[in-house]
């Protein structure tokens, strides 16, 4: 660790860790979607959107902060980036639920419940990681398991593409889905984009 000093203001890591337990909440809401009938979707897409909302607050509590700090724990750009992308992963998470609610979508294609597990999974690392930022301990193995959940998403997301276009579904249709398992795809990457924040930031501050 970089000797520093100054003081640090410490309460980003609070609010990094506030940010990434609602990315849970917003995953298990996900999961919840699968298992649940037409008629539950629209009350599932309700907390979900709540969630956003609390993402929202969260990432304007850290630019605030930001803004307001005179001395912050790692360099600024990588506050942002880190907060933004925490953020698009909420954000993403509540459009694809929406857009199953606005669509009608009676039956998701097999497969999302992978992209969600995936989802899922990276939801609980990153959770789980972001204690970890106020020592830069051991994280090394959090940005590595995300990056290759990331590959694994990248190759469900093309089986999804080829099952929706074998002929089965009619182009309305297809084209809906896939406005769906594009959107998780880009949950996925935001996951990634988060890991790597944390990579960058772990060596500038090594």
């Known amino acids: 660790m970089?000797?520093?000093l100054t003081p640090r203001e410490t309460s980003f890591y609070d609010m990094f860790a506030?940010?990434?337990?609602?990315?849970?909440?917003?995953?298990?809401?996900?999961?919840?979607?699968?298992?649940?009938?037409?008629?539950?979707?629209a009350e599932i897409a309700e907390r979900m959107r709540a969630a956003e909302h609390a993402g929202d607050d969260a990432t304007h509590a850290i630019f605030h902060q930001l803004n307001s700090s005179f001395i912050t724990p790692f360099d600024?750009?990588?506050?942002y980036a880190l907060a933004?992308?925490?953020?698009?992963?909420m954000d993403f998470m509540e459009e694809a639920v929406d857009l199953v609610v606005?669509?009608?979508i009676e039956?998701?294609?097999?497969?999302?419940?992978?992209?969600?597990?995936?989802?899922?999974?990276?939801?609980?690392?990153?959770a789980e990681a972001m204690p970890?930022?106020?020592?830069?301990?051991?994280?090394?193995?959090?940005?590595?398991?995300?990056?290759?959940?990331?590959?694994?998403?990248?190759?469900i997301h093309r089986k999804l593409l080829?099952?929706?276009?074998?002929?089965?579904y009619d182009a309305i249709e297809v084209l809906k889905l896939k406005q769906i398992v594009d959107v998780l795809e880009e949950a996925a990457d935001a996951f990634e984009h988060v890991a790597n924040t944390v990579e960058t930031i772990a060596v500038k501050e090594s």
């Open 162 to 168: 080829a099952h929706l276009f074998n002929g089965k």
């Open 2 to 4: 970089r000797f520093r």
């Open 132 to 155: 970890n930022l106020r020592t830069l301990d051991n994280l090394t193995e959090y940005w590595i398991e995300v990056n290759r959940l990331e590959n694994q998403a990248d190759q």
């Open 107 to 126: 039956e998701l294609p097999r497969g999302v419940e992978q992209q969600i597990e995936v989802l899922a999974r990276a939801a609980d690392l990153t």
């Open 84 to 89: 933004g992308s925490l953020d698009d992963i």
């Open 76 to 79: 600024r750009e990588d506050i």
């Open 102 to 104: 606005l669509y009608n």
């Open 18 to 41: 506030a940010s990434a337990d609602n990315i849970v909440t917003g995953s298990k809401l996900l999961m919840e979607l699968l298992g649940a009938d037409s008629s539950a979707r």
